[in-house]
């Protein structure tokens, strides 16, 4: 679950550092907001270890920086091991924006780390071409501008040319979702081709669905923050207020809302509070500052 640019090759301890516990805020979460990062979790007493390790070096190498590692000696980072649950090593974690999203344990063929570090890759980033991006770019500025007809001809010209372009076919739902064609935007996004189902386009415009299908059922703003005002541990009315707010356009206090809720009970209906702000902050671009001042606090309370 992590992410990088791509570029010239670096030298190797660019894309691989050793990373303490106090470290690990830092180079892991933090950084995984820009850049994927693998964390290998090894121990010097760990014959598999000993042969896992540089094999994934050489592959995230090999990458040329679309992704980073960083290794953790777990003899010396046993609370990121026990918050993690790590029960044997060696362990590998993906991280991207801030959460893990692929990982596995113990041995692997070096064949199946290559392939899963460019499973790394491919999620955290697109496959679009130079002229293609100028032509996404121009009908996401008309969706932002409200021209939301005028961006679905452009974002069904580009897959015309390109059927697996994922900002295209992500631009393309959510003009639907701008426009309230919200059966019309499920349909295309469940149609989408197999080869891209998974990019962050679309998992971004999914989750947007999921949000504007909330807000068709959000109540009304008043009587929810009466409810929470007078019993703040009532969850479901502050999961109910959240929804109500990002409905409004309040998305920053939405944020808030489910952040409270996580801080009085992380468990309540099995995280749904954590489930929801992961929902809103894969809707939102990746540089948003409510994402990113949002995912620092929830970071900062998972790993307090």
């Known amino acids: 679950m992590i992410e990088l640019g791509t570029g010239t090759a670096k030298p190797q ?35 598999p270890c ?26 010396e980072a046993q609370q990121i091991a026990a918050q993690l649950q790590i029960q044997s090593i060696p362990t590998v974690y993906a991280f991207y924006k801030g959460q893990p999203i692929d990982g596995f344990q113990g041995a692997v063929p070096q064949s199946e780390m290559k392939a899963f570090v460019e499973r790394v890759v491919k999620q955290a980033g697109g496959d679009a071409s130079g002229g293609l991006d100028e032509a996404v770019a121009a009908a996401e500025e008309m969706l932002e501008q409200g021209a939301a007809t005028d961006a679905v001809q452009i974002f069904t010209a580009i897959l015309g040319e390109e059927p697996n372009h994922a900002a295209a076919y992500g631009g393309l739902v959510r003009c639907h979702i701008a426009m309230g064609e919200l ?21 971004a415009a999914h989750a947007q669905l999921l949000l504007a299908r909330q807000a068709e059922n959000a109540g009304p703003v008043a009587e929810l923050l009466a409810a929470v005002e007078a019993n703040p541990d009532d969850h479901q009315a502050r999961l109910d207020l959240a929804q109500a707010l990002y409905a409004k356009g309040d998305i920053e206090g939405a944020v808030e809302q489910l952040l409270e809720s996580f801080r009085r009970d992380r468990e309540w209906n099995e995280g749904a509070a954590k489930a929801q702000l992961f929902t809103i902050f894969d809707a939102l671009k990746p540089n948003d500052p409510i994402a990113l001042k949002g995912r620092r606090k929830l970071s900062s309370m998972l790993f307090a």
């Open 13 to 47: 301890q660019n894309h691989v550092k050793d990373v303490a516990e106090r470290d690990f805020m830092k180079e892991v979460i933090e950084a995984s907001r820009d850049v994927p990062v693998i964390v290998d979790f090894w121990a010097p007493w760990c014959g």
């Open 50 to 75: 000993k042969t896992l390790g540089p094999q994934l070096e050489q592959a995230v190498n090999a990458a040329k920086g679309a992704v980073t590692m960083a290794k953790v000696n777990i003899d």
């Open 183 to 203: 059966d019309q935007a499920e349909a295309i996004l469940n149609g989408a081709p197999i080869e891209i189902s998974k990019a962050p386009e679309l998992e």
